[in-house]
């Protein structure tokens, strides 16, 4: 039951930390370009780097005046992050790309 638990905790927090603006973007541009179920992992692993891309240079795009770092990759907590983020991106990119093959489904039957 510990491990439900940590995995419920472990979903929730990514579909948090993906479900803002930003994420929303990101995760609707990723559907766009998804054609299929067997590109799932690797366009929500594509919406993460993206997602590390702009944090990274938003500060040094916002006003120049930042300095550019690489993120902490030798550190537990950024690998940490990043993996509940990919679990927020994969709900996300799931219900985008189930509801966009629902729209495309009906619009082709109804031609």
Do not use: C
């Not at 979903?11 to 998804?34: D, S, Y």
């Not at 992992?41 to 770092?69: Q, S």
């Not at 993120?71 to 990919?86: A, I, K, M, R």
Request: charged share 10%; hydrophobic share 55%; aromatic share 12%.
């Amino acid at each position: 039951m510990e491990y439900v638990d940590q995995a419920v905790a472990i979903l929730r927090e990514g579909f948090a930390n993906a479900n803002n603006p930003k994420g929303l973007l990101i995760a609707l541009a990723a559907t766009v370009f998804m054609q299929s179920w067997k590109q799932w992992f690797p366009v929500a692993f594509g919406a993460v780097l993206i997602h590390i891309a702009i944090d990274t240079l938003a500060p040094v795009l916002a006003g120049g005046t930042g300095n550019l770092r690489l993120p902490p990759l030798t550190e537990t907590t950024f690998w940490t992050q990043s993996g509940v983020l990919f679990v927020g991106y994969l709900i996300i990119i799931a219900v985008f790309f189930l509801i966009k093959s629902m729209i495309f489904r009906k619009s082709a039957a109804a031609h």
